[in-house]
């Protein structure tokens, strides 16, 4: 009965562990108080703007765009108030409203990356995801795509990790590794499960 509470208790880990293959990620917790576009798609030396939509009653937290595959490994890139220059990339807090904007310009193939809108507060901050794509075909003058409505929770525990990413990140090493770890964690439950229960059976005899 032990090993089963074991077997349980790292089954719960995995599942809603926010690096598990099978967690569900923070970002579908918190939907229903920010909400982005989960694809953008701009010309290469050309501009894009992301809106990402808050609750009014985190209008006068911090709010930044961060880039990385990864949220917890992401690189800020702007912030408010914002408090360091950068000549590509502004961001604007449109508080009455309850959204804030992110502009990059002059984008380059290296800009193409997973994005996350994020509204820092006490605890866990509240982010959700983005993805750049950089075309090399023409497109319209400027490419700017806006969330017109808060996405629902249920909507969004549909996206699970791992993502397999268009093309060039799909089935990266990341999502390899990470289901390497997943059998091999459930292989030493398994393990230490037989090991007990031979034990016990050699000493009822």
């Not at 030396?45 to 990402?52: D, E, F, I, L």
């Not at 890139?77 to 992110?102: Q, Y």
Request: charged share 20%; glycine share 4%; net charge positive.
């Amino acid at each position: 009965m032990k090993t089963a509470g074991i077997f349980f208790s790292l089954f719960n880990a995995l599942v809603f562990s926010p690096f598990s293959p099978l967690g569900l990620t923070k970002d579908a917790v918190d939907s229903v108080e920010l909400s982005a576009p989960e694809e953008v798609t701009a010309t290469l030396g050309g501009s894009a703007t992301v809106s990402c939509k808050y609750d009014l009653r985190l209008k006068y937290n911090t709010k930044y765009w961060c880039k990385g595959l990864v949220y917890y490994l992401c690189k800020i890139v702007v912030k408010t108030p914002r408090n360091r220059p950068n000549v590509r990339s502004l961001i604007a807090d449109h508080k009455e409203e309850g959204v804030f904007t992110v502009t990059m310009t002059q984008l380059t193939e290296r800009d193409e990356s997973m994005y996350w809108c994020v509204i820092a507060r006490s605890g866990i901050d509240i982010y959700k995801r983005v993805q750049l794509f950089i075309s090399h075909t023409a497109m319209t003058p400027s490419t700017t795509t806006e969330s017109n409505s808060l996405l629902t929770a249920t909507e969004e525990t549909r996206h699970i990790w791992p993502i397999c990413f268009p093309f060039h990140v799909c089935c990266s090493w990341w999502a390899h590794l990470r289901w390497i770890l997943l059998f091999g964690m459930l292989a030493c439950v398994a393990s230490t499960h037989i090991a007990v229960w031979r034990m016990t059976a050699a000493g009822s005899v």
